[in-house]
């Protein structure tokens, strides 16, 4: 089955302890990226990544680290976590923006 | 102001009525996004749209790129058409990135 998978599914940290959101996809998809949705603000890129060893920031990159070391994975990095980066997070595959995005089912981040 | 915008931003309808969501942008595009946000929170993609309109279903989505405008309509409305429907673009001078409008919230009761 085609998917996209994230985890955790929900996770509630404290401010300032390393965390990492892992994003895998079975769909040999070139492009990946991580959104974030807040209440009023809608969906917003944070990260996004055209292949292997290539990414590039979104509209929201500040706390956030991404890497792609293999075609199917793109974690996302919180080094230093702040309560502002309390969101649900998406990660999305494709083979390009413009095709067909399929999403993760998201991970609930709560940063006390 | 933001670069998508949808309207209306809430929508009450009754079963079986016809729905129309409209999303206006206001940069030169390379594609547009219909996506479906279920209740649970889940996503997934409706339609991709580059030009005219495409049909699936119910669901039928329009884009006029000389209006810059798409719509989103939903004949038969059902319940379970019940979630929150996004607009996105790919901006044609940029096409690494979405760009999103904050979503439709549409509710149809039985």
């Known amino acids: 089955e085609a998917q996209v998978t994230q985890n955790p599914r929900y996770l509630i940290t404290v401010t300032g302890k390393k965390l990492t959101v892992t994003c895998s996809q079975n769909m040999n998809h070139e492009y990946m990226s991580w959104y974030r949705q807040d209440p009023g603000l809608g969906l917003r890129q944070i990260y996004y990544?055209?292949?292997?060893?290539?990414?590039d920031k979104g509209d929201v990159p500040e706390g956030y680290k991404v890497s792609r070391k293999e075609k199917r994975n793109f974690p996302l990095i919180l080094e230093s976590p702040s309560p502002n980066q309390t969101s649900l997070y998406f990660c999305?595959?494709?083979?390009?923006?413009?095709?067909?995005?399929?999403f993760g089912p998201g991970t609930r981040l709560t940063v006390t | 102001k933001n670069e998508v915008e949808q309207s209306p931003q809430n929508l009450t309808a009754q079963e079986g009525e016809f729905i129309t969501i409209n999303c206006s942008y206001s940069v030169g595009i390379s594609a547009l996004h219909w996506l479906q946000q279920h209740p649970g929170g889940g996503i997934v993609s409706l339609f991709m749209?580059?030009?005219g309109k495409k049909k699936h279903g119910r669901l039928i989505a329009t884009i006029n790129i000389q209006e810059k405008h798409s719509s989103l309509h939903i004949t038969a409305s059902h319940p379970r058409d019940s979630a929150v429907y996004i607009c996105a673009v790919v901006r044609a001078y940029n096409t690494d990135k979405l760009i999103f409008g904050t979503g439709t919230r549409l509710q149809v009761f039985p």
């Open positions: 749209l580059s030009s």
């Open positions: 999305a595959s494709s083979p390009l923006p413009t095709y067909e995005q399929y």
């Open positions: 990544s055209m292949n292997v060893e290539v990414t």
